[in-house]
């Protein structure tokens, strides 16, 4: 039997003993109704994170899912278009439930390992008043971005955004589950990158490790609506502070600079990885994910389940492998994992 090393994402990460503390010192009178508005401790978690992100008010949800799609939803109306990178999350793997849901076009737009010139977007722009056409009234954007190996958007191209976004009468929403691994990265706070959109969404059970939970932020008016929004969805919570007191501990800022532990984790896999042939063009990670491309000549699944079966779990993505590092794993799990994975891609490069 293999020791496991699980790479697949950083949801799966489990709760830290503060979490589970936090969660114990509960007592009854901390639970309440939250439709109602009556739980505390959602309350509490609902305004710490609004100022963490430097947004009037913020909003618990169960998932990114559910985030981005809450989010999407209140600054939009069925019929018109949205603006999204090719390989967004939201457009990817989100079961399109902007369109399905929401009545949206999804308008994509490709980019340079996430990075793009949002004037070059102009040509894209529909109109309301020309009889044929959806109208566009939104851009997403992705930070860090999953698809492109945990890529850190500048902030000027967030500025860029905003301006191209008032220029174009466009909300702008980020789909940030990730926007701390941003930060922390980058030394930029949160709120550098989010004063420039409207609406952020960011995950609360990725490397932050809680087991559930997302918030999404904005305006108070905006949040007034998505709550609603949210309820239509099947979103509002009851007692679900039980959660929300996890969502304190993993905000703290202290658990987010953690983060960086996760950074250099990734560095030193990818260096293992390097070592497994110069032919290999293996980047180095700016946050906690590595895209391992794997030769044209190897089959991925093939490989992706090699892996597997010598106990390293992670994805097959078209010709990549993805590795994410996180709460999970420590040092002392990359360094024993990487002879392992170079004997394992060693072996798929000899045998083709
Ligand atoms: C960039 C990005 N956005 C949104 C999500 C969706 O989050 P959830 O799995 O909580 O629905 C993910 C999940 O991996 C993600 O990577």
Redesign the pocket.
């Known amino acids: 039997m293999h020791r496991i090393f699980d790479y697949r994402?950083d949801?799966v990460t489990k709760p830290s003993p503060a979490m589970w503390e936090a969660v114990k010192k509960l007592t009854n009178a901390d639970l309440g109704d939250d439709v109602e508005l009556e739980d505390p401790t959602i309350n509490r978690l609902e305004s710490k994170c609004a100022k963490l992100v430097g947004k009037e008010a913020a909003l618990f949800v169960?998932?990114?899912?559910?985030?981005?799609l809450v989010s999407i939803l209140t600054q939009t109306h069925p019929g018109e278009e949205i603006l999204i990178e090719e390989n967004?999350?939201?457009y990817k793997?989100?079961v399109g439930g902007a369109a399905r849901i929401g009545g949206l076009v999804m308008r994509t737009f490709p980019s340079d390992k996430g990075i793009f010139g949002p004037k070059n977007l102009q040509s894209l722009i529909h109109y309301a008043d020309d009889v044929h056409e959806v109208p566009t009234s939104m851009i997403c954007l992705?930070n860090?971005?999953?698809y492109h190996g945990g890529v850190v958007l500048p902030v000027e191209l967030f500025e860029k955004t905003r301006k191209f976004a008032d220029k174009n009468k466009l909300k702008v929403h980020l789909?940030g589950?990730?926007i701390f691994n941003a930060s922390v990265s980058s030394g930029i706070p949160v709120s550098e990158y989010t004063k420039y959109v409207d609406s952020v969404?960011f995950?609360l059970?990725?490397g932050l490790a809680c087991p559930v939970g997302?918030i999404i932020a904005g305006s108070q008016e905006f949040i007034n609506k998505a709550r609603k929004v949210r309820k239509m969805l099947g979103g509002g919570w009851r007692q679900a502070g039980i959660l929300a007191a996890m969502g304190l501990v993993a905000t703290e800022e202290k658990w987010i600079n953690r983060l960086q532990e996760d950074h250099q984790n990734a560095q030193l896999l990818a260096n293992g990885l390097k070592e497994i042939s110069p032919n290999l063009n293996i980047n180095t990670p700016q946050t906690n994910i590595v895209m391992f491309p794997v030769p044209t000549n190897i089959n991925p699944v093939k490989l992706s389940q090699d892996l597997k079966k010598n106990g390293i779990l992670q994805h097959d993505i078209g010709q990549r492998l993805r590795f994410v590092t996180h709460y999970g794993l420590s040092a002392e799990d990359i360094k024993e994992s990487i002879p392992i994975i170079q004997k394992v891609i060693t072996e798929a490069i000899k045998k083709d």
């Open positions: 994402s949801t169960t998932s990114g899912t559910q985030g981005n967004a999350h939201i793997w989100e992705e860090t971005h999953n789909d589950a990730r969404q995950c059970s990725k997302s």
